[in-house]
C-alpha cells in the first residue's frame, strides 16, 4: 500500500506563515496534529474551534486557512474522503483570496490526495503539477518533497517503475537535507513497496525496517499501520505467512483503534489472502466482503480493485468459478479506469488460467 503524503505534520517557522500565533495556538496546534497521526484522531476535531478561538476570530487568515486543512486531512486519514473534502476546498478558497501561495500549494497537494483515491489519475496528475508549482514559488521544501512523493507514487501506479524511482529519489533527498525523518519514513515505506513489485525483497524489507523504526519512535501510528500491511503483504508473497499474519493483525489493530475504515479494508483484504492461503476459502470470503464495503464507503478506488481481484481468488477457491470470473471482470474495469497496467495484466492472466495458489 502506498503512502501518499497529504499534509504537513511539522510546524513550519513563524516568519513562514506570516501569522500571529499566540503560545496556546502553537500548543493547541501540536497536539492536535500529533493526535491526527496517534491513537485519538477524534482530538483533533474537538480541538478545532479552540484554535480558531485563540487565534482569533474566524476572519480569513493563513491560519484558518491551515487549521481547515488540517481538520479535511484527519477526516481523509480516517477513511472519511467526501467529508474530508470541503475544507480542502474552503482551506484552499481562503488561501487564493489571501494570496496565501504556500496554502494554495498544500490545499491542491491534498485535493490530490481525494482524487488519487478515487482513482482519477489524470485529475491527480493536474493537482500536483499545480501545487509542485506553487511550492517551488513560496520556498515550501517539505511541500515540495511530499509533491515529489505523489508524483512517484502515480508514476508507479501508471507502471513506470523508473519513473517512479526517481521521483522517491529526490523526494528522499529533500527529506534528509531538511532532516525531517518522518517525511522521510513515508518514502521509504513507498520506495518498499516499489522494491516489492521489482522483485527486490531484500531492499524491499531494509527500506520497510527502517521506516517502522521511525514512526515507532515517534508515535506515527498511522504510518505503522501501513507499513505492518506492506510488510504482510511482503511476507504472503513469499510464502512467509506466519509473519505475514503478525504484520496483519498489527495493521488491523491499528486501523480498528484509529476508527479507519479504509485501512481496516486494506489489512482485511490481507487477511482475506492469508486465509485462502491457509485454506480456509469460505473465511476469505467474508473477510473480503467486509473488505470490499469499507474500502467502497472510503471511495479507495484502487483498494477496491485489488480487493475483487482476491475476492475472485476466494470464490475460485471455494469452487465458484463462474462467480469468480465475474468478479474479475468488474476488477479489470476498475483497473482500467485508473491505468493500473501491470493489475490490468494479472487480472487477464486470472481470467485465461483461473486462480492461483500465491497470493497474487
Same mark, same amino acid.
Given at each position: 500500500?502506498?503512502?501518499?503524503?497529504?499534509?504537513?505534520?511539522?510546524?513550519?517557522?513563524?516568519?513562514?506563515?506570516?501569522?500571529?500565533?499566540?503560545?496556546?495556538?502553537?500548543?493547541?496546534?501540536?497536539?492536535?496534529?500529533?493526535?491526527?497521526?496517534?491513537?485519538?484522531?477524534?482530538?483533533?476535531?474537538?480541538?478545532?474551534?479552540?484554535?480558531?478561538?485563540? +487565534?482569533?476570530?474566524?476572519?480569513?487568515?493563513?491560519?484558518? +486557512?491551515?487549521?481547515?486543512?488540517?481538520?479535511?486531512?484527519?477526516?481523509?486519514?480516517?477513511?472519511?474522503?467526501?467529508?474530508?473534502?470541503?475544507?480542502?476546498?474552503?482551506?484552499?478558497?481562503?488561501?487564493?483570496?489571501?494570496?496565501?501561495?504556500?496554502?494554495?500549494?498544500?490545499?491542491?497537494?491534498?485535493?490530490?490526495?481525494?482524487?488519487?483515491?478515487?482513482?482519477?489519475?489524470?485529475?491527480?496528475?493536474?493537482?500536483?503539477?499545480?501545487?509542485?508549482?506553487?511550492?517551488?514559488?513560496?520556498?515550501?521544501?517539505?511541500?515540495?518533497?511530499?509533491?515529489?512523493?505523489?508524483?512517484?507514487?502515480?508514476?508507479?501506479?501508471?507502471?513506470?517503475?523508473?519513473?517512479?524511482?526517481?521521483?522517491?529519489?529526490?523526494?528522499?533527498?529533500?527529506?534528509?537535507?531538511?532532516?525531517?525523518?518522518?517525511?522521510?519514513?513515508?518514502?521509504?515505506?513507498?520506495?518498499?513497496?516499489?522494491?516489492?513489485?521489482?522483485?527486490?525483497?531484500?531492499?524491499?524489507?531494509?527500506?520497510?525496517?527502517?521506516?517502522?523504526?521511525?514512526?515507532?519512535?515517534?508515535?506515527?501510528?498511522?504510518?505503522?499501520?501501513?507499513?505492518?500491511?506492506?510488510?504482510?503483504?511482503?511476507?504472503?508473497?513469499?510464502?512467509?505467512?506466519?509473519?505475514?499474519?503478525?504484520?496483519?493483525?498489527?495493521?488491523?489493530?491499528?486501523?480498528?483503534?484509529?476508527?479507519?475504515?479504509?485501512?481496516?479494508?486494506?489489512?482485511?483484504?490481507?487477511?482475506?489472502?492469508?486465509?485462502?492461503?491457509?485454506?480456509?476459502?469460505?473465511?476469505?470470503?467474508?473477510?473480503?466482503?467486509?473488505?470490499?464495503?469499507?474500502?467502497?464507503?472510503?471511495?479507495?478506488?484502487?483498494?477496491?480493485?485489488?480487493?475483487?481481484?482476491?475476492?475472485?481468488?476466494?470464490?475460485?477457491?471455494?469452487?465458484?468459478?463462474?462467480?469468480?470470473?465475474?468478479?474479475?471482470?468488474?476488477?479489470?474495469?476498475?483497473?482500467?479506469?485508473?491505468?493500473?497496467?501491470?493489475?490490468?495484466?494479472?487480472?487477464?492472466?486470472?481470467?485465461?488460467?483461473?486462480?492461483?495458489?500465491?497470493?497474487?
Amino acid at each position: 500500500m502506498r503512502e501518499a503524503a497529504s499534509e504537513a505534520t511539522s510546524l513550519e517557522p513563524r516568519e513562514k506563515r506570516n501569522t500571529p500565533l499566540t503560545s496556546d495556538a502553537r500548543r493547541l496546534l501540536e497536539l492536535a496534529r500529533a493526535s491526527g497521526l496517534g491513537d485519538q484522531p477524534d482530538d483533533v476535531l474537538q480541538w478545532r474551534d479552540r484554535e480558531v478561538g485563540v +487565534a482569533g476570530t474566524e476572519t480569513e487568515t493563513p491560519f484558518l +486557512a491551515d487549521v481547515l486543512r488540517w481538520e479535511g486531512s484527519v477526516r481523509r486519514d480516517r477513511g472519511r474522503t467526501s467529508d474530508a473534502e470541503p475544507f480542502y476546498h474552503r482551506s484552499l478558497a481562503i488561501a487564493t483570496r489571501l494570496g496565501y501561495e504556500a496554502g494554495c500549494a498544500h490545499a491542491l497537494n491534498c485535493l490530490a490526495s481525494l482524487a488519487q483515491r478515487r482513482g482519477d489519475i489524470l485529475g491527480t496528475g493536474n493537482l500536483l503539477t499545480d501545487a509542485l508549482a506553487r511550492a517551488d514559488r513560496s520556498g515550501e521544501k517539505r511541500l515540495v518533497g511530499m509533491v515529489q512523493q505523489n508524483l512517484g507514487i502515480i508514476a508507479d501506479i501508471r507502471g513506470n517503475p523508473a519513473a517512479a524511482l526517481a521521483h522517491y529519489r529526490l523526494s528522499l533527498r529533500i527529506f534528509d537535507a531538511i532532516h525531517d525523518l518522518q517525511a522521510s519514513s513515508w518514502v521509504l515505506n513507498n520506495l518498499g513497496y516499489l522494491h516489492v513489485k521489482e522483485g527486490r525483497y531484500a531492499d524491499a524489507r531494509e527500506a520497510f525496517d527502517r521506516a517502522l523504526e521511525i514512526a515507532q519512535t515517534r508515535g506515527d501510528l498511522m504510518s505503522e499501520g501501513i507499513i505492518e500491511e506492506n510488510r504482510a503483504e511482503l511476507g504472503l508473497i513469499l510464502g512467509r505467512t506466519t509473519e505475514a499474519y503478525a504484520s496483519v493483525c498489527r495493521a488491523l489493530e491499528i486501523a480498528e483503534l484509529r476508527g479507519d475504515g479504509i485501512r481496516r479494508a486494506a489489512a482485511l483484504k490481507q487477511r482475506g489472502a492469508y486465509e485462502r492461503l491457509m485454506g480456509r476459502p469460505a473465511d476469505a470470503v467474508e473477510s473480503l466482503r467486509v473488505a470490499m464495503t469499507l474500502s467502497a464507503v472510503g471511495e479507495d478506488a484502487l483498494l477496491g480493485a485489488e480487493t475483487l481481484y482476491q475476492y475472485g481468488l476466494a470464490l475460485y477457491a471455494t469452487g465458484d468459478n463462474e462467480g469468480a470470473a465475474d468478479v474479475w471482470k468488474s476488477a479489470l474495469d476498475a483497473f482500467e479506469r485508473i491505468a493500473a497496467h501491470q493489475w490490468v495484466g494479472r487480472v487477464r492472466q486470472r481470467l485465461s488460467r483461473g486462480g492461483t495458489s500465491r497470493y497474487l
